[in-house]
């Protein structure tokens, strides 16, 4: 899908069978945010001829339907999973590679403890809302995530054992056996049936039970079983518990050397395989069975193969007993015989194939397998990167580019982009792509919808951070352009002024003229106050800004500063020419007034400007009535017109009035001043 989406495929067309009424109708998709898509039908061009040629009602109603895949993660319980993980992610990618190698690799299995147990939490609320849940499809839903997510659990923690933790003399029995007794749980399960009979020894659980026990290394829960038989104080029971109590087990805080470790263990064996040479249980078949798997007989663990459930199982089964301080990578040579006792290759499931790729030491065998095969990138992704920083990973750069890591990351992030919250998730595992990361993010910061403000100033924020100015400018844009069709100017001044939108902010400061007019004042006046350098944007956000900051003058009483803010308006020419005959109109008040606030040659300067609006209203009155004269408007229009006209007169002689007097007044006032 990567390699897809890198060629920009907009459109994919995909060719259907003529329906019914013979017409050729296809399909479209189009490309949503991540896995989805949005499909849609798309006649032919000769179905849309005989479409055109129908009645309205006869055509077909188009429907767009949404397309998702790879959604395990979007449930309310998943989704916590995917949050807790990304934390971990982060912590991961802080994690510095100058500590020395033991302390690294001790830090690197807390690492994927903390993944393991986000994973467990998971799948004890899976379980909890199964238990809750009354409907039989959302159950079954929850079940298959419980399998799938103890599935993944498996194999992390023998990746964990096998790729990351730091072993002893590379010694990994003991952790093996943890691993095998967590997670393949039948010997309790034997145990429990056995023991809910009044007299367990006659159950037929019981002996299943203790050689499950035996077979996993659980010595002391198979000795427990054996204290309950009614014969356990005759010297074959006796005798096989001595054995069961002297079976060495390797610890790293045993004390001893592999090498100890070794010989000890075969003096040990030695003496069980004396024993059962010695015919010392050949009255107790079950305790010569016991005595058969401690001395690690072939076919025992095929006769056994039933309790081992698998056949890795018996890998790790006929190693404590034949090799128990086998390497990590020796595992691989013993493999194929327990398959064949499983019947063979050919009856390996997926599960099968990815643990046998681990226990072979193929990594990219274990990521391939496990990508093409779960439903989901999670596990991919992360034991990917976790492997990566463990140093296992050869990172070789695949065909498009990219490596594997960032090509996992990039297929998990994309799945969490097409939902309305974990997008922002995918977003910050993008962050740590270096390849296609941002071109990536670019791409989905595109597609998503800004239904809300604090969506969008999510979004915006994301974008400020990465550093992607353009999409951020284009967000604020796109939701100014909201704002203003919705009717909220300030909303939108706001997204405009974020956006730096010069042509937008020159139309907003006219709407915001407009409106002044009509009403006579300013809405969204704490926004138009608090512009600061942001007016400078545009000519017509600028005048607006000051015509703000006149009103406000004027509203303290500080009338000569905001007459001289008045007249700068009129003669820089900030303000668009219709608006002329409002800022002389605010002028009238200041020339009523008992000081003397504009001087002569200020007077002058409004008297020019009158004159300027004079001419204009004269040279468009001749032009309205020569189109009156050929479009022969109704008497209604007319009389507007001339309602208009007549208040323009009335203002232009109320003006000349004021500016008359108060010229006169001025130049007395400034002769008395020279003389």
Not at 47 to 60: D, N, Y
Not at 513 to 520: K, N, P, S
Not at 605 to 616: D, F, R, V, Y
Request: charged share 25%; net charge negative.
């Amino acid at each position: 899908m990567a390699s897809e989406r890198d060629n920009d495929v907009k459109f994919l067309d995909i060719p259907s069978p003529p329906n019914v009424h013979g017409l050729d109708i296809g399909l479209k998709a189009k490309w949503g945010r991540g896995n989805q898509l949005y499909v849609f039908p798309s006649p032919s061009e000769a179905t849309e001829l005989v479409f055109e040629l129908r009645r309205p009602q006869q055509q077909p109603q188009a429907q767009i339907h949404e397309v998702r895949w790879n959604t395990d993660m979007y449930s309310p319980i998943t989704r916590k999973l995917v949050n807790e993980s990304h934390n971990t992610f982060k912590a991961l990618q802080k994690f510095g590679s100058e500590i020395n190698e033991t302390n690294r690799r001790t830090q690197l299995v807390k690492f994927s403890r903390r993944y393991r147990s986000v994973m467990k939490a998971c799948v004890i609320d899976l379980q909890t809302s199964i238990d809750g849940t009354i409907d039989e499809s959302e159950k079954q839903e929850f079940m298959g995530q419980v399998q799938l997510f103890e599935i993944i659990e498996l194999i992390w923690s023998l990746c964990e054992i096998l790729f990351i933790e730091n072993l002893k003399g590379g010694a990994i029995m003991i952790h093996l056996l943890d691993w095998v007794k967590w997670h393949f749980t039948q010997p309790n399960e034997l145990c429990q049936h056995a023991l809910q009979e009044d007299n367990p020894e006659n159950s037929s659980f019981y002996w299943d039970a203790i050689y499950s026990f035996v077979l996993q290394g659980r010595v002391g829960d198979a000795r427990s079983l054996l204290a309950l038989h009614s014969l356990k104080d005759t010297d074959t029971f006796t005798s096989i518990d001595e054995l069961l109590r002297k079976m060495p087990i390797y610890a790293d805080f045993s004390g001893l050397t592999l090498g100890e470790f070794d010989l000890k263990w075969r003096y040990w064996q030695e003496e069980c395989a004396r024993r059962l040479d010695d015919g010392d249980f050949g009255h107790q078949k079950n305790l010569e069975t016991i005595c058969k798997i401690l001395c690690g007989e072939d076919q025992v663990f095929v006769d056994l193969c039933d309790l081992c459930q698998s056949w890795y199982q018996m890998v790790i089964s006929k190693h404590l007993y034949t090799n128990p301080t086998v390497k990590a990578f020796d595992l691989q040579y013993h493999i194929q015989p327990c398959i064949d006792a499983f019947g063979g290759n050919s009856q390996l499931a997926t599960l099968d194939n990815i643990i046998h790729a681990a226990l072979e030491f193929d990594i990219h065998q274990v990521i391939k397998e496990s990508s093409a095969q779960l439903s989901n990138w999670w596990f991919s992704a992360h034991i990917t990167d976790l492997l990566h920083h463990a140093g296992q990973l050869d990172l070789q750069k695949l065909n498009f580019g990219s490596d594997l890591r960032e090509f996992l990351l990039l297929e998990y992030s994309t799945s969490l982009m097409s939902h309305e919250s974990l997008w922002q998730v995918g977003a910050s595992y993008l962050n740590h792509c270096p390849e296609f990361g941002r071109a990536y993010l670019e791409h989905y910061v595109e597609r998503i919808p800004l239904t809300t403000e604090k969506i969008a100033q999510k979004v915006l924020r994301l974008c400020e951070q990465q550093e992607l100015y353009e999409s951020a400018r284009s967000i604020c844009k796109v939701m100014g352009m909201k704002a203003l069709q919705n009717g909220r100017l300030g909303s939108a001044l706001s997204w405009c002024l974020k956006s730096k939108d010069s042509t937008f902010a020159t139309y907003l400061s006219e709407k915001f003229l407009v409106e002044y007019t009509d009403r006579g004042d300013f809405s969204n006046l704490d926004i138009i106050d608090n512009l600061g350098p942001a007016m400078l944007l545009s000519n017509q956000l600028t005048f607006l800004g000051k015509y703000c900051e006149f009103h406000k003058m004027y509203a303290d009483g500080d009338f000569k500063a905001a007459a001289s803010l008045l007249l700068s308006l009129l003669t820089a020419r900030l303000a668009p020419k219709s608006f002329w005959m409002v800022l002389l109109t605010d002028a009238l008040p200041l020339l009523e007034l008992d000081d003397v606030i504009f001087s002569s040659e200020q007077t002058y300067e409004l008297m020019h400007i009158l004159e300027e609006i004079s001419l204009c209203d004269r040279l468009e009155n001749v032009q309205a009535a020569n189109e009156y004269k050929e479009n022969k408007e109704d008497n209604k229009s007319e009389s507007k017109n001339k309602a208009k006209l007549e208040v323009g007169k009335e203002k232009v002689e109320l003006l000349k009035i004021g500016l008359a007097r108060n010229l006169a007044r001025a130049i007395v006032v400034e002769g008395n001043v020279q003389t």
